[in-house]
Structure formats: structure tokens, C-alpha cells
């Protein structure tokens, strides 16, 4: 946690031509952490994607497309930026975009974290430096923490988890236990 939090620190204090960058990455960072989606996916959404009930996540890796809730403090914070790209002339309409208001691309995110990382002093582990998935692993992990003692209780919540994670498979959830 505290390591996600350095890394959302730094990405407030990004700089560039425009106000939205900093606001951008850091509520991508911490939309990631809060619901452990695919890098993709998020990239990938569109404002009409932003509901009420939460964030409908369109055929991505299996060609399915789930409903993933949101905690009341992520639904706050992704408000915030869109309010604030509101404000900006936008020719997209994905959720996420670059210093001129198009989709964020992987590459320069992938770059982007890299330095955020190093900026939020996270050192390289077992031999490679932080990566983005691994705000999904993190997830995942913590989630599994939480769950309820009891073995049909925690079978109950792999299945939710691995549902929740968009996993056609329970064997990619127990995955990350590994990992």
C-alpha cells in the first residue's frame, strides 16, 4: 500500500503543457490498484463506460465483457478527473488521454511508470523493475487476504475473484498466489 501510494504521489507531480497529465496518471495508477484491471482495459474505456453501477468493461482478453462495481472512494476519484477533462476540447472520447487529448497509448505509460516507479524510489524485484500488472497481482492478493475463514467460504470468493478479475479460468486466479 504504501508503495502504491508513493507512486500516485509521484504522478501528482508530473509536469507538462497541460494540467490534466498529473490528474491522468494518477487516477489510472489508483483506478488499477483499487479494482486490479488489466492494464487494456482501462486504456480502453470509453466515458460512456463509466456507469452508475460501475465500469463496463467490453470484450477484452477472452472476448467477454463484465460489470466491475466500484468502491465509493474510486467512483469519487475518477469523478474528479472527468470533471476535470470535461474542461479540456477532447476529440475522444476514451476515459484516459495524453497530453493532446488522445487515447493513451501502452508504450508511453509503460514508459511513464517506469519513471514513476523510480521517482517513488521502488527498487527492482528478483530482478526486474516494477510493472504495471503487478497493481492487478497486488490486487488480487489483497483481496484474497480478506477472505472469510472457512474452506467453502474461500472457495466461494475465488470463484467471485476470478469472475470479478475476468479470468475464464479459476487456475489463472490461483495464479497469482504464486507469482
Same mark, same amino acid.
Given at each position: 500500500p504504501s508503495e502504491i501510494d508513493r507512486l500516485v504521489l509521484a504522478a501528482t507531480q508530473l509536469s507538462a503543457g497541460d494540467a490534466l497529465r498529473a490528474h491522468t496518471y494518477s487516477t489510472l495508477i489508483s483506478l488499477l490498484a483499487a479494482t486490479g484491471l488489466r492494464?487494456?482495459?482501462?486504456?480502453?474505456? /470509453?466515458c460512456d463506460d463509466v456507469t452508475s453501477d460501475g465500469l463496463v468493461i467490453r470484450k477484452t482478453k477472452f472476448q467477454k465483457t463484465r460489470l466491475v462495481p466500484l468502491h465509493e472512494t474510486a467512483v469519487a476519484g475518477l469523478g474528479r478527473y472527468?470533471?476535470?477533462r470535461r474542461t479540456v476540447h477532447l476529440a475522444t472520447d476514451h476515459v484516459f488521454v495524453d497530453d493532446h487529448g488522445q487515447p493513451l497509448g501502452y508504450g508511453t505509460v509503460y514508459r511513464v511508470f517506469?519513471?514513476?516507479?523510480?521517482?517513488?524510489g521502488i527498487a527492482p524485484?528478483?530482478?526486474? /523493475?516494477p510493472r504495471?500488472?503487478?497493481l492487478r497481482h497486488t490486487f488480487a492478493l489483497r483481496a484474497l487476504q480478506s477472505t472469510p475463514a472457512g474452506r467453502q467460504r474461500i472457495g466461494q470468493h475465488m470463484l467471485a475473484l476470478a469472475t470479478y478479475l475476468g479470468h475464464v479460468s479459476i487456475d489463472s486466479t490461483y495464479w497469482y498466489l504464486e507469482s
Open positions: 492494464i487494456s482495459e482501462a486504456l480502453h474505456l /470509453r472527468l470533471a476535470q517506469g519513471r514513476l516507479a523510480q521517482s517513488a524485484l528478483r530482478g526486474h /523493475r504495471l500488472h503487478e
